[in-house]
């Protein structure tokens, strides 16, 4: 992934669905495989996500060589593979091993 800005986006669109579905090692994996590239291929840390006040946009927090950063996302945007889910709870079942 070249971009960091694509990086957190994905990062964050599939944390949001592991917080919302703990259950689902799918995504809880998914989101642990994004992280782990924010952490290597960006070397970032401290990472935190949290809404807005208004639940509009999605501030995120972190650090980047030591330099605290942040990146905004409208929740709409971020939001949209968690409703899909919950839109279609048959399409997104929950396969346990």
């Given amino acids: 992934m070249k971009?960091?800005?694509d990086a957190l986006y994905n990062w964050l669109t599939i944390?949001?669905?592991?917080?919302?579905?703990?259950?689902?090692?799918?995504?809880?994996?998914?989101?642990?495989?994004?992280?782990e590239i924010l952490r290597n291929d960006?070397?970032?840390t401290e990472l935190e996500a949290n809404k807005d006040g208004a639940g509009e946009m999605y501030?995120?927090?972190?650090?980047?060589?030591?330099?605290e950063q942040v990146a905004r996302f409208p929740a709409e945007l971020?939001?949209?593979?968690l409703k899909q889910m919950?839109?279609?709870?048959?399409?997104?079942?929950?396969?346990?091993?």
């Fill in 59 to 67: 501030i995120v927090h972190y650090k980047r060589n030591g330099e």
């Fill in 15 to 35: 944390d949001v669905v592991a917080k919302a579905r703990p259950d689902d090692m799918a995504a809880q994996e998914t989101a642990s495989f994004f992280y």
């Fill in 78 to 81: 971020i939001e949209v593979m």
């Fill in 42 to 44: 960006f070397q970032i």
């Fill in 86 to 97: 919950e839109m279609n709870p048959e399409k997104y079942r929950n396969y346990l091993s």
């Fill in 3 to 5: 971009s960091l800005q």
